[in-house]
């Protein structure tokens, strides 16, 4: 197909704008090959004729159709050119606010102005691993690709950042480390990859500075090398720093700055620590205010510079070099900066052309003298003067104030330069490790190409250096083409591409411009302008790329790449010399300031050179800086060709710094300047659109025939092309892929179009004659229908009409008729109404005259009245008031003082003085305040039934008063008429006293009854009235209850979720505490490998009470380890969650405290060897008794540890109460959590005291038993010496003589039990004493609380006596409610009291009963046998009832861990054993211990199977099965301790028989908590091993897989996706997915997991899927479009019958896919309307607002016939969800783990049927 046959009529193509650059067209008619002029019209409507050149044939460039535009590959642009380049990346910045576009291998970034939310860490995990073609273009996914083939390749990689001042380059540098620190972690050191992200501020702070053009602009280059260990792991990073620009030190244009770090040091000029350096604003110094504008818009540089310092004191505390020391440094580094700023002010004085000077008493000398710490004369003698030295003399010689003042800002830039040189070579120290280097990614952060109106030295430096990477860049493009080409055994052209090495040797050959600069700087008398004479006049004919400006002789232009620069030569000599006064330089290294002379180390080497060899010499070998800068760039350039260059372009959309907001002149000149249009060229010279084989086939499947589908698909594609593309220079088949010319891609892509639209005619046609002829029967038959209905209607309709008319006429006359009635009967009772009124009208006005006056009287005295009750109830409420005030204001005073008291120690100590000796007169004393007590009770209840009944009568009275205001109401209301009724009676009277007396006798008659009848209607409406206000009363009390109910339903939800939420947070802290654990276990392991040397020359002498020792303390303190984790992480799950930094730095105190207790350990071995030494000398008779005694005192320690555990948590307790610091205040005195505080408090005394009882109990048990064991032997009579000497008062001679005494030993066993009686009852004496002190105390205190209220009652009386009514009635309310309330909390504490104490009781009173019957049935078979006689009697054999216990030795624990914990094979045997098998044999094993009453046994055991399991979960914690099986049997064991416990609320769940096996001598709730704990850890571990698996699987099976065929399209693809393309693997289906699912669900349920985990196991597997699947769907373009919307609702439709399947959709999994879901939805709804707005924002409730216009921005059309959404589309939908309450991350969480609950579930397995399987190697056990 030829280019010029595209040029057809309705052809969309570019014209050459001035504005816009490039403006669309559409042709109006097709063009053929001749034609001079295109007609052409513009979108706004204007047409244009556009004028071609014969000659050239300059047609203007295709646009691309539509379905390609904003592609994310610029290569997969079917027409390669300018205009097309420029509005792709326009409408992915400004539409789709993307900013990142794939240009080949070159990545595309335009600034936005604006923060994204893009560069989370979510978002670096999502792109971590995957190939770069299938995200979408980001700078993570270039540093992926980069770390990916570093480890694939084992080759260096380095990524060049380029770009213009203002584009961005220093960010994407930055995070290009971040992902590199965030991805690899570290080795070696923790924190090296913190070291690397601290070095960015630092380096800002001091190389980045405003220009006109950017806010932050590197005004250095910087290429970081971040070396990598064999394992992929950062160990450590190298900075090179290239040309910092030094001028800017002296020298700023107007509205530029200097470097930052001179502005963040004097807006903190007031801090303390800096009132030293004398400083002030920036506009006070000469260096920081020639600019003018010393403050950057939105930037505080109070705060920048306390990021520099906290950056400098991270990478401090990292090094040896700065331990001790840091903060000195860096307050040395400031001494020099504000030195700098001083030295700037320093005045010159001018006295004639040749001499200047300055004052030695001038301020800023003066202190920069001071500062810099050298003498002030001889640093003003030498800014004034200089050395010259000749061959035999040397001469002083003044300056002019001109080159005083250079040779000033000389100095300065040269401190400058060395304290910057310096500060990166500690960077690079800190930067260093020891780990070896294996392989580096360097990441190239370097300045772009600048043009200026003035361009001086330092922007040709600038464009030289990117004159050397552009070559580069073009070099590694044209080979990568040529790769690609032989690869694909591709016949080999030769593209010819812009070589720029003219214009490098222009500047670096030999006589080029460097080189006649170096030159020039050699002479004595050069300039300036005879360095441009020379360059006139050597390089002007020579090369092409240089010229002559033709109105100056001072400047000269070069022919850059990019543009043509032209350059003033004015300074380029004296910056290229770089020169600085050595005598100024002598008298810095002659300071006092060691920082300085440290600066100056290397000044002293060259200098003491400088001396030996004479001034020619020393002239030839100075290196200029243009010398230096060319070898620097050398060596950068083999380093970088040493690599595999990855390549960011970033370009700056406009000078006005606008978000998203793109100028296309501006975006052109940087596009042409980066290489992005000669990338694009070179594309476009070969074939730069490549299909593979199948996805050509599958795109244009529609163009083919049947007859042409082969089963080839090689051929096929090769007989349709050859068919549709008649020229074969167009097109080039490859090994694997098809290669296109440039357009052809449209073509095919204008066919296929075609093609579909023809077939849907087709269809349409057909559809819509089916539909016709359908509509035509249906409305036939639909006629006929209606016609013979309406016929029907209209004759019945007509005898309605007939009926009607008769029985209107009927119904006429007789309503005729009634009317006439109606109004004559009307009018009559009318009349006879209007005379009745108008007497009674006269009647009432007579009446209501004669009872005005009476009325008047009644409301003046009801009134006053009122008043004066109104006025008493406020005053007395007043008072009341304000009593109350006083009194609380007085007993919070007391309760501080009381709070006081109670903390401090002496308090105590104060109190148990002499309670031992005052004990009878302290309980005389209770009993008499028992009396006073009882007489104050009895008053204060006589007063108060007093104030009660007072309180009641007044009531009453109340009550009465509104009752009979109330009556007296309603007689005023019905006495009126009741008057006007009698004066109309007595006139009646009046006019008929001439009638009979009949009639007289008849109106009294009728006179009677009405007064009845108003006495019945007044006593009904008073009843009315009552049951309304009852009725009332009623309804507000329903309202009331329904606005608590409300209330408490809001509490629990609200509860529920602080809940769910402190159980998470509590479990990830568990987390987090384990695996320091771990870190801490390996530690000490190592300690012990490390000292097991030390062990091994040892006797086994030495060996045995060693290991007695070390068996018999190994278990003790792992529980409290256990216990210190639980109350750590209880501690951490009290506290808020906070943010990462905080929970950070307790990590790392954390891991500090670990090294310190490697340290104790270590000490503390040493110790114990020291120990074993002196052991050694011990007699080996007393051996066996010292072991016991270690065992007994290893008892009693442990107790003891337990009882100072105990009294720590009390102090914390107490300070928790008591911390006035705290975020939350302590809880009030009296309420109820300081109830449920103080009765923790009691209860933890009371078991302490409980505790102490059983040890001394336990004790003398064992010494009694011990005794009685072996009072015949030696050893009986060592062990009595031994344990005589555990008690103080007792001492050797006095046992001896006790033993001498009786031989027996039974005067000695009565002794000892007396003691021990003794020590319990004094024991017990000293308790009575503390609890009737209590007791004494608590009275005392309720006494003076019932003074204290009543003397409140009595104020509050006198006060509301004062008060109005009103005002008395609410306060009485008012102090009622506050009294009930404290009533309330009282007795709900008293009553949580009662209750423990109840349950306390009962459980010991079971336990009494189990020793009475236990004691009964011994004491019978003691009876049976001493009374029954010895016979010989067969005794026939009975069938084993098994207790459900498994006997086993003591010791032999270890070897139970081993064979059932360790070395059990899970994925074999482990699955034919009963589920949860281990379990029941541990507690099994537990129940022996319990009923044998050995704690320690106990503790052992359980101690052994925490850290076994541990052990194996740390081990082989990936494998799924394994933490499975330990998961199942953990729990499992977890529900024998509760089920087994004994309380009441377990053992509803079990049989009789079960319930004989409860435990009866130990509680284990700790335990319970320990293993619960346990638990929590597997299931996490649980859940990373199952995410490390699902993770390849979900993006592949729920977005790539196609399982429904022929619904997806594929689009053309740029070199990105070819070039990383590898040969086809196995696809992984949704199949696949579900089958891993089901082998997991499979697995859970045969180890016998409960049901309610497995659910949520299964909902945190779909939780993983749906956050996966969702994000990569929101980093992916190419997945969202409609097609792929009804795939994933699909493939989520068959994870939803998988549940249903299993029975798992009720437990939250289901409902955990709906963001997936929502997503696909989004895809398919329509979305042009507001109507549709509306619709989507209803219906995705589970995405984010950043979800949803992610997911809209990035909807892309496969077809032509879809539609793209528009931005205003997208701005309603921003319009209406902008009040949503949410977070704006735009990622889900793919790491959060749900919280797990540990429900309750009970087993049905009879411990005593359970068998062991020979298999497990456990015959030391047995069953009793």
Known sequence: MAGTELYTKHALVWLPDAVEVWKSAKLVKDYSPGDQTLFLQLEDGTEVQYQIDLRTNNLPPLRNPSILVGENDLTALSYLNEPAVLHNIKVRFIDSKLIYTYCGIVLVAVNPYESLPIYEADIIHAYSGQNMADMDPHIFAVAEEAYKQMARDQQNQSIIVSGESGAGKTVSAKYAMRYFATVSGSSGEADIEERVLASNPIMEALGNAKTTRNDNSSRFGKYIEIGFDKKYRITGAHMRTYLLEKSRVVFQAYGERNYHIFYQLCASSHLPEFQNFKLGGADDFHCTNQGQNPVIDGIDDTKEMCNTRRALTLLDSCIEFFVGIRERHQMEMYQILAAILHLSNVEVKNHSEDRSSISPDNAHLVVFCELMGVPCEEMAHWLCHRKLKATTETYIKCVSKTNAINGRDALAKHIYARLFSWIVGCINNVLKTGVKQHSFIGVLDIYGFETFDINSFEQFCINYANEKLQQQFNLHVFKLEQEEYMKEQIPWTLIDFYDNQPCINLIEANLGILDLLDEECKMPRGSDGTWSQKMYSTLLKQNNHFDKPRLSNIAFIIHHFADKVEYQSDGFLEKNKDTVNEEQIQVLQNSKFDFLLKLFEGNEKTSSTKRSTPSTSQRCNKKTVGMQFRQSLHLLMDTLNATTPHYVRCIKPNDHKEPFSLDPLRAVQQLRACGILETIRISAAGFPSRWTYQEFFSRYRVLMKQKDVLPDRKETCRNVLKKLIQDQN?????????????????????????????????????????????????????????????????????????????????????????????????????????????????????????????????????????????????????????????????????????????????HFKKLNVGMENKIMQLQHKIDEQHKEVRELSERLNAAAKTQEMERERHCKEMENLHRSEQKARAEAETLPSLLERLSFLQQELENTLRQKEVLEDQRKIDQEQTQLVVRELNRKNSLLSNEKEDLNKVILEQTQQLTDIKGQMENTEKLEKELIEERSRYQSLLNEHLHLEELHKDLAEELEVRNSSRKEGRSQRSQKPESNSSNSSECSPILDLTNGQTSAVDKEAETPSAVDLPLLLKLQRRVRELEKQKQLLQWQLDEKEAQEENANDVEEERTVGTALLDLETLKRQELETENKRLKQDLSELRKSLTNENSELMPPAVGSTPYGILLEQLTSSNEELEMRKEEVLLLQSHIVRQDAMKYRDSAIGECVKLELGDLHSFQNLDRSTDIHTLNEDGELWLAYEGLKETNRVLEYQMQNLKKQHSERYEKLQDEVNTLKEEKEQQQKLLAQTLVLPEDARIEAGLKLEITRLTSENLELMVRQDKQDKTISSLKKELQLYMKEVEAFKVHQKNTDLMINTPAKAVSIPRKEKEYQGMLEYKEGDESRLVKNLVLDMRVHGVAVSFLPGLPAYIIFMCLRYADSVNEDHRVSTLLNSVLCSIKAVIKKRGSDFVTSSFWLANTCRLIHCLKQYSGDETFKTHNTAKQNEHCLTNFELTEYQNVFADLAVQIYRQLIRSMEDILQPLIVSSMLEHESIQGVLGSKPTGLRKRSSSSPEEEAVTVEVLLQQLGQWHTTMCQHGLDSDLIKQVVRQQFYVICAISLNHLLLRKDMCSWSKGLQIRYNVWQLEEWLVERELSDYGAKESLEPLVQAAQLLQVKKKTEADAEAICSMCTGLTTAQIVKVLTLYTPVIEFEERVTTTFITTIKNILKDRGESSTLMMDAKKIFSVTLSFSPSSVALETIQIPTTLNLDFLHRI
């Open 730 to 906: 167009l097109y080039k088949f490859g090994k694997n892929k098809i290669f296109f010319r440039a357009g052809q891609v449209a073509y095919l892509e204008k066919l296929r179009s075609e093609q579909l639209r023809r077939a849907c005619v087709c269809i349409q046609k057909t559809i819509r004659c089916w539909l016709a002829r359908k509509k035509y029967l249906r409305m036939k038959q639909s006629a006929i229908t209606i016609q013979r209905h309406v016929r029907g209607h209209q004759a019945r309709c007509y005898l309605h009409f007939l009926r009607r008319t008769r029985a209107a006429v009927v119904i006429q006359r007789n309503v005729r008729m009634w009317s006439a009635r109606r109004s004559y009967q009307k009018l009559r009772s009318a009349s006879v109404v209007i005379q009745c009124c108008f007497r009674m009208y006269a009647a009432r006005k007579l009446y209501c005259k004669l009872l005005y006056e009476q009325k008047v009287l009644v409301i003046q005295r009801w009134t006053k009245g009122w008043l004066a009750r109104k006025h008493y109830h406020r005053t007395r409420a007043d008072i009341i008031l304000l009593q109350s005030c006083v009194r609380r204001m007085m007993a919070k005073k007391e309760l501080k003082k009381l709070k006081v008291e109670a903390r401090s120690v002496a």
